[in-house]
């Protein structure tokens, strides 16, 4: 049975238990501390459940209301009496959403009689789970969305950073920790599943390499579990990067996120006191954060999902754009198509920049594609793949063909082969043109289609298209503060 396969047949589980008043939500969780009961048991590290909860315990009981006795009974005490770390985080303040005992031990039988390797004895029990997070994203009554970021935008943009060994790499923001999984994924599949590292190097990989931080509980709990489930044994804070504890956060190769959309709540600044320009838009101090965060190398580099009014905002926004490119080449801007997140008609972009040695004048040209202007409407007729940024990639490499990236990809920005790219969604936009746009960046987006019987209205267009764009803007940010108050 293939991962996609056994994840449908877990998630269609939770139908049988909708009569027990239990949201997609809350199954995820509750699935989330049976799996990992489960899987203590196929990793042999049960020595860190307690002896009496452990998996086999639930699945040799006959007697449902007993075992569900026990189950509940394991929630509210297995923190205190676990000697694992990441155990007592998964299982912190923990309590189960099921009432009735039979749905307990339908779950348990249920996930006892799957196999979880394939036929080349590869585990799928990550794959599994990453395909369960994605189907909680698209509930939309679940609000989960928010945490999850496509997985074929993840892929493109770590194959575009390629991360190296020995590197630190973070996700301030890091929901269920995706980006940090598929980044921890390309080096493994480079690198034989770090067999042949030295015990050192495999240890710094598998616990320190990469880490994150998430202000949910709910998602924090996720991203503990996902991180497991994939090998991995990372450092994920429960936190808010934008307190104090966030200026703890520094010195990193990589920095690879997709911050909240929104306003921090109430309209409050940030509480830390290093931002040269706190403001209460959420996604402009995580920006800051992100570039003052990687190393002073001339080879720390990033990639972040932003909205667009992080473009355009003025006053503190602008500040920061400026900011951001004198400490960093902010070379490229992907202006990403809408509707491929949970939250329909948000516009987002992809900034790519890398954190220069000195602090001014590192951005000298800006290189944008338009992947958003007549472009497919993505959806479940149109699925949203990797194939859709062939273009994009191999403009971004300069030429490099879109099969080959992982292989001949090293990260490095070669201009000179950007300039010989020939397609129209591709331009370089110089500092001082962006400088005399008072630093807006809301710039690289081909004509419309739609609009070409119109041009000869001229300037009466232009003037309707900004003003639509600052409406979207306010939409974009009344709907996070509706999203946040549910």
């Given at each position: ?443 690289g987006l081909i004509a419309d289609s739609s609009l070409s019987n119109s041009d000869d209205l001229g300037e009466p267009i232009d003037i309707a298209k900004q003003a639509m764009k600052e409406i979207d803007g306010i939409k974009e940010q009344l709907q996070a503060m509706i999203n946040e108050l549910k």
């Amino acid at each position: 049975m293939s991962a996609e396969e056994i994840a449908n047949k877990l998630w269609n589980l939770c139908n049988v238990l909708r009569d027990d008043g239990v949201t997609y939500h809350q199954y995820l969780n509750e699935l989330t501390y049976i799996l990992f009961l489960k899987l203590s048991d196929v990793k042999d590290f049960s020595e860190h459940i307690p002896e009496e909860f452990r998996w086999q315990t639930f699945v040799q009981e006959t007697d449902n209301a007993e075992a569900f006795a026990k189950y509940k009974l394991f929630l509210a005490t297995v923190s205190s009496k676990t000697t694992s770390e990441s155990i007592r985080e998964i299982y912190n303040d923990a309590s189960t959403s099921l009432r009735k005992p039979v749905n307990f031990r339908t779950l348990v039988a249920a996930i006892d009689k799957l196999d979880w390797y394939e036929e080349d004895d590869r585990d799928v029990m990550g794959d599994i789970y990453e395909s369960l997070l994605e189907k909680n994203a698209g509930e939309k009554k679940s609000g989960a969305g928010q945490y999850f970021t496509p997985r074929p935008l993840i892929n493109i943009m770590v194959d575009l950073m390629a991360p190296k060994l020995g590197e630190r790499w973070n996700d301030p923001a890091a929901g269920t920790f995706g980006f940090m999984i598929s980044a921890d994924y390309y080096l493994r599949s480079k690198y034989d599943s770090y067999y042949h590292l030295s015990e050192k190097d495999r240890k710094f990989q598998v616990e320190e390499a990469f880490s994150g931080v998430e202000l949910v509980g709910d998602a924090h709990r996720l991203a503990l579990m996902n991180a497991r489930l994939h090998g991995m044994e990372s450092r994920i804070y429960l936190g808010d990067t934008l307190t104090e504890f966030g200026k703890s956060l520094k010195g990193f190769d990589g920095v690879l996120a997709n911050p909240p959309f929104g306003t921090k709540q109430g309209g409050e600044r940030p509480t830390r006191d290093d931002f040269t320009f706190p403001t209460s838009n959420k996604q402009l101090n995580f920006l800051q954060h992100i570039y003052r965060c990687l190393k002073k190398d001339g080879k720390a580099r990033a990639a972040v999902v932003l909205p667009d009014n992080v473009l355009f905002e003025d006053g503190d926004g602008q500040k920061i754009r400026r900011d951001l490119m004198d400490k960093c080449n902010l070379h490229t801007i992907l202006r990403l198509p809408t509707g491929i997140f949970y939250a329909a008609g948000v516009k987002t972009n992809v900034l790519f920049f890398t954190r220069g040695i000195t602090e001014t004048d590192n951005t000298k040209n800006v290189w944008f594609y338009d992947m958003r202007t007549n472009t497919p409407n993505y959806g479940k007729r149109t699925p949203f793949t990797e194939k859709a940024f062939e273009d994009f990639v191999l403009a971004y490499t300069g030429g490099i063909p879109f099969d080959e990236v992982e292989a001949k990809y090293d990260g490095l920005i070669n201009e000179e082969h950007r300039k010989k790219i020939k397609d129209e969604r591709w331009q370089c936009i110089s500092r001082d043109e962006i400088a005399k746009k008072n630093y807006s960046l809301d710039l690289g987006l081909i004509a419309d289609s739609s609009l070409s019987n119109s041009d000869d209205l001229g300037e009466p267009i232009d003037i309707a298209k900004q003003a639509m764009k600052e409406i979207d803007g306010i939409k974009e940010q009344l709907q996070a503060m509706i999203n946040e108050l549910k």
